[in-house]
C-alpha cells in the first residue's frame, strides 16, 4: 500500500530509534531532561527566537499559543479555512475560550494588511477587542501553498501596529522554508511565536516545538502543564526529534516527488491536479471524492477527502520515486 494521505505516517529510521534508545533523560516537568532542553534550544536557534518549548502535538501547540497571547472572551483574527480553526476541534473557544473571527484570505490563503485592520476591534465597555492574529505557512488547505515573507511581514506589522500579537502555526514551517529558499530565522522574523511540528515532513514519530520570546515561553510552559502536556522522561521522545530537525534540506526531494505526481494524474482522464507548491498535491475529480478514494484503495493507494470532488495526496520520506511511479499507475487504473 503506498500511504499519501498525510507527511504524518512517516516511520522513524534506524538513527531515530537509536537515538531514543540511547537518550539521556531526566525530568522535563523539572526542566532536567538534557535531551529536550538540547532540542528546545536548537530550535529556537534555527528560527532565530529567544526560546522554544517541546510539545506532544501541533494542535497543542496552537492552542497553548492562543491561551497565552489571550484573555478570555477577547478576539482571535485567523483566516477561514486555517488549521487552527478549522481542524483543532473548535479548540479555541475550548481552551483560550476567545471569539474567533475569521477572514476569508485569497486564493493562497494570505491575510491581506487591510483585512487585519478592518477585523481588527477595539477594545471598549461594549467590545471585548482583538487580542491575537494566527497566520499559516504552509497553508494547508489551499494545498501546501508556501506563504511569502513579504505577505507574513504585512499582515504583521498591521497587526503590530494595533497592539496585536502573532502567532504563526507553521506546521509545515520547512516545507516553506525549502519552496521559497530563504531560512526559517528570516520567514518567521516578524512573528512573535511559531509552532512547527516535528512529526510530518521531518519525520519524527511525535512532538512539535512553539518558539518565541522568553517570556512567552514561560508563560507557554505552564499553561502546556494546565493542558495535561507535562512530560516526564521526554528525551525518548525528543531525541528522535532532533535528528528530525536536521532532515531540513531533505524536504525537496519531497517536493519534486510530488510535482512528478501531480503531472501524471494530470494527465488521467477525469482529474484535473493542481501544481504543488510544496508536498500536497490537490486533486480534483469528476467522481465524488469518496468513490474515487475507494476505488484508489483497492489499487493500492491512499489519499484522504478535501471536498466533495477534491483529494489530497501527501508526499512524504517514505514514498520514493518507484512508489510515485506505481501510485500514477495505480491511480489511472482506478479511474
Not at 487580542?131 to 497553508?139: A, I, V, Y
Not at 536536521?246 to 503531472?263: F, G, M, P
Request: glycine share 8%; net charge negative; with cysteine.
Amino acid at each position: 500500500m503506498i500511504d499519501l494521505r498525510s507527511d504524518t505516517v512517516t516511520l522513524p529510521n534506524d538513527e531515530m530509534r537509536e537515538a531514543a534508545r540511547d537518550a539521556d533523560v531526566g525530568d522535563d516537568v523539572y526542566e532536567e531532561d538534557p535531551t529536550v532542553n538540547d532540542l528546545e534550544a536548537r530550535a529556537a536557534e534555527v528560527l532565530g527566537k529567544e526560546d522554544a518549548l517541546y510539545v506532544p502535538t501541533g494542535t497543542m501547540g496552537n492552542q497553548i499559543a492562543a491561551r497565552t497571547h489571550t484573555e478570555r472572551g477577547q478576539e482571535l483574527l485567523c483566516e477561514v479555512e486555517s488549521h487552527v480553526y478549522k481542524w483543532e476541534l473548535a479548540g479555541l473557544a475550548q481552551h483560550a475560550e476567545v471569539q474567533t473571527r475569521t477572514i476569508e484570505g485569497d486564493e493562497r490563503g494570505v491575510i491581506e494588511p487591510e483585512q487585519v485592520r478592518a477585523g481588527y476591534v477595539e477594545e471598549d465597555l461594549h467590545r471585548p477587542g482583538t487580542g491575537l492574529l494566527t497566520l499559516e505557512n504552509t497553508h494547508n488547505s489551499k494545498g501546501g501553498k508556501a506563504i511569502s515573507e513579504e505577505a507574513i511581514a504585512a499582515a504583521a506589522e498591521a497587526a503590530h501596529d494595533l497592539d496585536v500579537p502573532v502567532h504563526l502555526d507553521g506546521a509545515r514551517l520547512f516545507n516553506a522554508v525549502t519552496a521559497l529558499d530563504t531560512t526559517a530565522a528570516d520567514l518567521v522574523e516578524p512573528v512573535d511565536s511559531v509552532m512547527f511540528c516535528l512529526s510530518k515532513g521531518l519525520g519524527a514519530p511525535v512532538g512539535s516545538m512553539l518558539v518565541g520570546s522568553e517570556d512567552f515561553i514561560d508563560q507557554a510552559r505552564r499553561v502546556r502543564k494546565l493542558f495535561g502536556g507535562g512530560m516526564r522522561q521526554a528525551g525518548i521522545i525528543a531525541a528522535p526529534g532532533l535528528v528530525a530537525l536536521e532532515n531540513r534540506a531533505r524536504l525537496a526531494d519531497d517536493h519534486e516527488r510530488a510535482r512528478r505526481l501531480a503531472h501524471g494524474l494530470d494527465d488521467v482522464a477525469g482529474l484535473d491536479a493542481e501544481e504543488p507548491e510544496t508536498n500536497i498535491v490537490l486533486v480534483e475529480t469528476d467522481a465524488h471524492a469518496s468513490d474515487f478514494l475507494d476505488a484508489c484503495e483497492q489499487e493500492g493507494v491512499l489519499g484522504v477527502p478535501f471536498d466533495d470532488h477534491v483529494v489530497r495526496f501527501c508526499t512524504h520520506w517514505n514514498v520514493d520515486d518507484q512508489d510515485v511511479s506505481e501510485a500514477i499507475a495505480a491511480v489511472k487504473q482506478a479511474v
